[in-house]
């Protein structure tokens, strides 16, 4: 595998630009189909207060998540050659903090900017986090001999849920 050129989305390269084109989708993309309206909240303010505490939150599993793993972070979802299993900080509360974090983003930001095709963007980025940890899972087991025990103490991207 080492000789194995990054198009060949040998190590998770190709979700790895799938998640960009969502990050800009969700970023940049529209908000609402031609002629169509935002959403509406019974409470504006409040809802703004909720999209901006749900960014704050998924900024801070997302960034924990990326000091927790410290050496071990890379862009890929293929564990290197010298990565260690790590299963404190947020890795106790989900298996996945920075997946979690990304969509804890999206639909805050989502939520701000009140686009109903927006909303559905952040579950298309649920669900493509979702597969794609279930790929970078099976590189794990293969990894850590005990990343099966840990997927069954642990859930996977929300906390006591999923």
């Given amino acids: 595998m080492s000789d ?3 198009w060949q989305g040998a190590r998770g390269e190709w979700y790895v630009v799938a998640q960009v084109a969502f990050i800009v989708l969700i970023l940049f993309g529209p908000r609402t189909w031609p002629g169509g309206v935002l959403l509406s909240f019974p409470d504006p303010w409040l809802a703004s207060i909720a999209g901006v505490a ?3 939150s998924g900024l801070v599993l997302m960034t924990a998540g990326g000091l927790w793993l ?3 972070l890379t862009p890929l979802p293929h564990p290197t050659a010298t990565s260690t299993l790590v299963e404190t900080g947020p890795f ?8 979690s974090g990304g969509f804890l983003i999206a639909f805050g ?5 009140r686009g109903p095709l927006t909303i559905g963007y952040a579950v298309l980025v649920f ?4 597969i794609k940890s279930r790929r970078e899972e099976q590189w794990l ?5 005990g990343y099966s025990k840990y997927q069954t103490r642990v859930r996977k991207l929300i906390p006591f849920v999923y």
Avoid at 127 to 130: K, N, T
Avoid at 141 to 145: C, G, N, P, S
């Fill in 4 to 6: 194995a050129r990054w």
């Fill in 127 to 130: 669900v493509f986090l979702d």
């Fill in 92 to 99: 106790h509360l989900v298996r996945h903090p920075m997946y």
């Fill in 141 to 145: 087991r293969e990894t850590f001999a």
């Fill in 70 to 72: 410290g050496r071990n």
């Fill in 109 to 113: 930001w989502a939520i701000w900017v």
């Fill in 54 to 56: 749900l960014i704050a």
